[in-house]
């Protein structure tokens, strides 16, 4: 079944559909979460909230668009709620897990990982509203389209965020690399 199809059932009453549409997307609302707030705890956390929240609002889902944009909606509420609930700013530093399955070398696996903690630095240097725009078209794949439905910014809006964002990610990204060279000497 498709996960608007899924979402249908778990709307009629269903709710142990629900189960399908968790093992297929808690990995990607974890890392969703992991990468926006840097804290593993609160990302657990708020993964369990928005399936709840999915529980509760089931009967407002629409199938108009895809269920993984309805569910971004409710993931981007929880973690505004969150962060207006705690006022707390987390580092991205540890944010990024290994990639299981690959076999790397020693030093290309330490290579690989300060180069991902260098990008989570500059990651979280954006402001929020980058951020999540950034981790949601480019770690999950959303389209503008489907970023904009979410947050309530016009396409046009989110395309530019996006074109300034990256600009701007690198420039951090450039800085901070030049900064860990001139340690290392």
């Known amino acids: 079944m498709t996960d608007n199809e899924l979402m249908e059932e778990v709307k009629r009453g269903r709710v ?37 929240r999915i529980l509760k609002y089931r009967t407002t889902f629409q199938g108009e668009s895809k269920f993984s944009v309805w569910m971004y909606k409710i993931a981007h509420n929880a973690h505004h709620d969150h962060l207006r609930k705690r006022r707390e700013t987390f580092s991205l530093e540890d944010s990024y897990d290994e990639v299981p399955g690959i076999q790397e070398s020693p030093p290309d696996k330490a290579e690989r990982k300060a180069e991902a903690a260098l990008m989570a630095k500059a990651l979280s240097r954006l402001p929020a509203k980058k951020q999540e725009i950034i981790i949601l078209s480019r770690f999950h794949d959303l389209k503008y389209r489907e970023i904009a439905n979410l947050t309530g910014y016009p396409e046009g809006t989110i395309k530019a965020t996006v074109h300034r964002a990256i600009r701007e990610l690198a420039d951090i990204y450039g800085r901070l690399t030049k900064e860990a060279c001139r340690h290392e000497v």
């Open 16 to 52: 142990e559909k629900l189960a399908v549409l968790f093992e297929r997307y808690h990995v990607l609302l974890y890392n969703f979460f992991l990468r926006m707030s840097g804290n593993r705890q609160n990302s657990e956390d708020l993964v369990q909230e928005v399936f709840a």
